[in-house]
């Protein structure tokens, strides 16, 4: 008979322990649950700053760019009127000069036709 109580006594010790072990297993499952969701928590939230923090950046970098390009496009065109202006200033110089000189070609022709008339005048005479 107290072989039978020792086994009865060992085997509800058994069973005490497995229960009290089912339930340190089913709280260690519920803290491990709670983590999870506050990982996920936390990383929803930084991923959401993040996103916000890169958006103001980009409209920063698009507004920075946008002004350079504004300026380049002011530089850009004063020196296309600087160069137009120069241009111009030679042109007009180069066609003075091709005037004058168009002038004195002319009045030596004149010069000279009018010489060989007055030879040709001369010898039929």
Same mark, same amino acid.
């Given at each position: 008979? !107290?072989?039978?109580?020792?086994?009865?006594?060992?085997?509800?010790? &058994?069973?005490?322990?497995?229960?009290? &072990?089912?339930?340190?297993? @089913?709280? $260690?499952? !519920?803290?491990?649950?709670?983590?999870?969701?506050?990982?996920?928590?936390?990383? /929803?939230? *930084?991923?959401?700053?993040?996103?916000? @923090?890169? *958006?103001? *950046?980009?409209?920063?970098?698009?507004?920075?760019?946008?002004? $350079?390009?504004?300026? *380049?496009?002011?530089?850009? /065109?004063?020196?296309?009127?600087? $160069?137009?202006?120069?241009?111009?200033?030679?042109?007009? !110089?180069?066609? !003075?000069?091709?005037?004058?000189?168009?002038?004195? /070609?002319? @009045? $030596?022709?004149?010069? /000279?036709?009018?010489?060989?008339?007055?030879?040709?005048?001369?010898?039929?005479?």
């Amino acid at each position: 008979m !107290k072989y039978q109580l020792s086994l009865v006594v060992l085997a509800l010790a &058994a069973f005490a322990y497995g229960q009290g &072990a089912g339930t340190e297993m @089913k709280d $260690a499952a !519920k803290d491990t649950a709670d983590a999870t969701k506050t990982a996920a928590k936390k990383t /929803g939230h *930084a991923t959401k700053k993040a996103a916000v @923090k890169t *958006a103001d *950046a980009t409209t920063d970098a698009a507004k920075d760019t946008g002004d $350079a390009t504004k300026t *380049a496009a002011k530089k850009t /065109g004063a020196a296309s009127e600087k $160069a137009a202006d120069k241009t111009e200033d030679g042109t007009e !110089k180069v066609a !003075k000069k091709t005037g004058h000189g168009i002038k004195k /070609g002319a @009045k $030596a022709v004149g010069h /000279g036709v009018k010489k060989g008339t007055e030879k040709t005048v001369d010898a039929v005479k």
